[in-house]
């Protein structure tokens, strides 16, 4: 049996940016509340000739070079997205023709804010069971256009962007386990209706709603709960981590998962203040931020965590 391995990470993000100044002068909120309560202060945002797919094909098409890959040796993509170019084909689909090449096995992962750490976690049961060798696992989000810029509680929060890995067979272990979890029961509090049948019955078109105090209060402790199993379940103590890199929902969330762990905050890989929440990209991005500027080397072990609409949560104990 196989491991997987990173081998190679990549991302991108839009060139326009919105600061939180923006919203002061179209909504009644201030860039203080904003920072404040979710440490968020700029986002990016596509440009309209750009969509889930071209981001997801920059962010891949780095990860490939970091990699030492060409395109046509992947047999294996797998895009976590809640914003997807089309309802179908998938945007792993139309993000395969980009890159140029076609025949293998190629779906997009619907787990909204955990859509990249899902991915991961079937991409690694797939190379560990012989069904791939070289995959890519991408997180990539048009927020923008899912969200409604007159929803004071949505619009400030989320970013647009894509991360990407490469993930080989190896003989080196890589990914140590991964761990994915799921209550219904929570639908109504963060959702996108579907967009076709609203707009046959009113002509809107679907946009995310969040009640955001409630998601967070089962966030902080779905969080903390699925810290201790990953370390559990690799009977390893919380002093073996050397990174935290968590899905960047809102500051105050990532700082109490970090204590749960024991870990400074020097210690945990940090982009909500420029990129606010992208969503399933929100993981890639920050791992390849932290590989690319030289703090997570290799060797080190690497802890990744998402929570979102669903309820949808997982995480990846990864050595780098
Ligand atoms: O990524 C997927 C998972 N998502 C999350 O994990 C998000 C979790 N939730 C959060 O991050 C936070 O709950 C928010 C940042 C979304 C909101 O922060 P909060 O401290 O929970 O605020 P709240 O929802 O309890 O609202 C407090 C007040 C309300 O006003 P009243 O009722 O007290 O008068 C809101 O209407 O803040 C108001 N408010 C705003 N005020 C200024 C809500 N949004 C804004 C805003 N600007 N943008």
Redesign the pocket.
């Known amino acids: 049996m196989f491991n997987a391995k990173i081998t190679g990470t990549g991302s991108y993000l839009p060139e326009k940016i919105v600061t939180n100044k923006y ?1 002061e002068s179209i ?4 860039d203080e ?2 920072y404040a ?2 440490g968020i202060k700029q986002r990016h945002v596509i440009a309209e000739h750009e969509s889930t797919s071209s981001m997801a094909e920059i962010a891949a098409n780095n990860a490939l070079q970091a990699a030492g890959v060409d395109a046509s040796e992947i047999d294996l993509i797998i895009v976590g997205t809640s914003s997807p170019d089309r309802v179908f084909p998938s945007t792993a689909c139309i993000l395969q023709n980009k890159l140029g090449t076609k025949g293998g096995a190629a779906f997009d992962v619907q787990a ?2 955990s859509g990249f750490v899902y991915a991961l976690g079937i991409a690694n049961q797939f190379i560990k069971a012989g069904g791939a060798k070289k995959a890519l696992v991408i997180g990539a989000e048009a927020n923008s256009r899912i969200l409604d810029y007159s929803d ?2 949505t619009c ?2 989320f970013g647009d962007g894509a991360g990407a890995v490469v993930l080989e067979a190896s003989e080196e272990p890589g990914i140590l386990s991964t761990h994915m979890h799921s209550d219904g029961q929570y639908q109504d509090l ?1 959702y996108v209706n579907n967009p076709i049948k609203d707009q046959k019955h009113d002509g809107d078109q679907a946009f995310m709603t ?4 409630d ?2 209060k089962v ?1 902080v402790k779905t969080l903390s709960r699925i810290v201790d199993e990953t370390l559990e379940a690799n009977k390893l103590l919380k002093s073996d981590v050397d990174w935290l890199i968590p ?1 960047q ?2 500051i ?2 990532i700082s109490s998962v970090a204590k749960k762990l024991n870990m400074p905050m020097e210690r945990v890989v940090l982009t909500i203040e420029n990129q606010g ?1 992208t ?1 399933a990209a929100s993981v890639p991005l920050a791992l390849d931020q932290a590989v690319r500027d030289g703090r997570v080397k290799k060797g080190e072990i690497v802890l990744m965590e998402a ?3 669903g309820f949808v949560w997982g995480s990846a104990l990864v050595k780098m």
Do not use: E, K, P
């Not at 909504?27 to 201030?30: A, E, G, K, V």
């Not at 969040?210 to 105090?213: C, I, K, P």
């Open positions: 919203f909504l009644d909120t201030s509340w904003i309560r979710t909204a804010c004071r509680n400030v929060i963060l969040m009640q955001g105090n998601v967070y966030a899905h929902a809102n105050r969330i929440n969503s929570f979102g609409g």
